[in-house]
């Protein structure tokens, strides 16, 4: 590549460990049940690519359980769902293969234990958030969502709570939203389920972020720590821009840059980043043909 574009890969990019373990399995149950019909009840994880590769090998997302043939496989997303969905999906005949990553069913578990401690359960994150959703399915009907101290602020006097975070929720956002809450609740009980795995992303980002002259985020536009890495570069006045592939990117971003840093989200598969990779280096030599 050429010397005077040099891109920096930060340390963390590609498959967390809770996707890996889903896409793992997911490839072991097409392995195991070769022409069998397999579905997923949303998309699998926030990569529009990786889910369209699923798709041409049989794997098939789809809105509701009634579009899912009794015999037929379901994977259990990485995001979770509801239990009540499961019951449905065992009692239309639908077999399950569980690919919840292991930090959000440790969320579920701490719900359910204070729902049968009498507690009051407030989820921190986005409630339009699958995994939000399925964590909330299995606190109850009151649960509370709430994901800023403006909401927090709302949240009702009272005697006990419980809280649990969405996985990929901000730990300086949740802090502040936990103080506001720790004025409102005499006794909280708080459990930190922000994955760490998030956390180390986050500050290689940023500490990537201040050696270079541009920051490249590669990963699903509907992935919310993906979405994050990238505002969190903008918000700090460092130059970035948010792409999903490697066609998107344009080398007028990189007129007069000497370091691209590249990040990315939890879900963004490796072949993608390898043509990113690629496309940087097409773009580098470009310049040099372009130089003489």
Avoid at 9 to 35: H, N, W
Avoid at 185 to 208: F, G, M, N, S
Wanted: net charge negative.
């Amino acid at each position: 590549m050429n010397p005077k574009l040099e891109v920096i890969v930060s340390p963390y990019t590609g498959y967390c460990f809770g996707v890996k373990r889903a896409m793992s399995l997911i490839d072991q149950g097409v392995a195991e049940q070769p022409g069998a019909k397999i579905y997923t009840l949303g998309e699998i994880i926030h990569n529009p690519q990786a889910v369209e590769r699923l798709r041409e090998r049989g794997v098939e997302p789809v809105s509701s359980l009634g579009e899912i043939e009794e015999g037929s496989f379901l994977i259990v997303r990485a995001h979770g769902v509801q239990p009540e969905l499961i019951d449905e999906a065992k009692a239309r005949g639908i077999r399950l293969l569980d690919a919840t990553c292991p930090f959000v069913q440790k969320s579920q578990r701490y719900v359910r234990m204070l729902v049968e401690e009498s507690f009051r359960v407030i989820i921190i994150g986005d409630a339009d958030h699958p995994e939000v959703r399925s964590i909330a399915g299995h606190a109850g009907s009151d649960t509370i969502i709430v994901d800023d101290p403006e909401s927090a602020a709302e949240v009702p006097r009272m005697e006990k709570a419980g809280v649990v975070i969405q996985t990929t929720f901000s730990k300086e956002k949740a802090r502040s939203i936990i103080e506001i809450l720790e004025e409102r609740i005499e006794r909280l009980r708080v459990y930190d389920t922000i994955c760490q795995a998030t956390i180390l992303r986050r500050e290689a980002t940023l500490e990537l972020a201040e050696k270079v002259d541009v920051m490249l985020v590669v990963g699903g536009r509907t992935s919310s720590n993906t979405r994050r890495l990238y505002r969190m570069c903008v918000d700090r006045g460092i130059p970035a821009h948010f792409v999903e592939t490697a066609d998107e990117i344009d080398p007028s971003w990189f007129e007069g840059c000497r370091k691209v840093g590249l990040t990315t989200g939890t879900s963004t598969p490796d072949w993608v980043i390898e043509r990113v990779l690629e496309r940087m280096e097409e773009i580098s030599v470009g310049d040099e043909l372009e130089d003489g």
